[in-house]
């Protein structure tokens, strides 16, 4: 079955950088756009921006231009969202979703989540 | 940006209760929405699709309508295991947005 493993939880000090990976397994990585959202804590769901597995090509919301950078390695199935220059407000959980079919659609599945927590 | 705005924020209904969630978008969206389940510690968990198609494996009591800008979530008997936080989403438009969701809680 299709299923999106994402990286464990990060604890970064402000002005760092973090890397979550979303790992994919049972479909071909390169056919399908992965997309990234993000959920502060107490917060509703925040689209970030999306990946073509296969070109590389991004297209990212632009409350996050210039800060976030998403890029894959189809060797090893794996997508990966990092953003810079952190600030508190970034704290929350960050979650990979494949769409159904070429670059439209719903997001199905959603990787587990990863924390990342932003503190001095 | 297309705006996504659900209502109620909050919806108290017993269970065995039928409840009706709405999402209205800022623009016509067609019948590109989808729903999601959220629970407490849980990633969205995808429920209908193209506003009133279902996904694998959701049941029936839950069903979906609408187009252009106004749409429903129906849950038509609530069982124990809906109590969660709804929401909306369009894939019209970039960027994809959300609506701030719906928390469905017992009274």
């Known amino acids: 079955q299709v299923q999106l493993v994402q990286s464990g939880a990060e604890v970064k000090k402000p002005g760092a950088s973090v890397k979550v990976s979303c790992k994919s397994s049972g479909y071909t990585f390169t056919a399908y756009y992965m997309h990234w959202v993000r959920q502060a804590p107490g917060q509703g769901l925040e689209w970030m921006g999306r990946i073509n597995p296969n070109s590389g090509g991004t297209n990212y919301a632009q409350k996050f231009q210039g800060r976030v950078t998403m890029t894959k390695d189809t060797s090893i199935s794996t997508a990966y969202m990092e953003l810079s220059s952190l600030t508190s407000d970034d704290t929350a959980v960050y979650y990979c979703?494949?769409?159904?079919?070429?670059?439209?659609?719903?997001?199905?599945?959603w990787g587990q989540g990863s924390l990342v927590t932003v503190s001095s | 940006e297309i705006v996504m705005t659900q209502s109620p924020a909050t919806l108290s209904v017993s269970p065995g209760e039928r409840a009706t969630l709405s999402c209205r978008a800022s623009q016509s969206v067609s019948s590109n929405l989808a729903w999601y389940q959220q629970k407490p510690g849980q990633a969205p968990r995808l429920l209908m699709y193209d506003a009133s198609s279902r996904a694998t494996g959701i049941p029936a009591r839950f069903s979906g309508s609408g187009s252009g800008t106004e749409f429903t979530l129906t849950i038509s008997s609530l069982q124990s295991e809906d109590f969660a936080v709804y929401y909306c989403?369009?894939?019209?438009?970039?960027?994809?947005?959300f609506g701030q969701g719906t928390k469905v809680e017992i009274k």
């Open positions: 989403q369009q894939y019209k438009n970039w960027p994809r947005t």
């Open positions: 979703a494949r769409v159904p079919y070429g670059d439209g659609g719903w997001l199905d599945p």
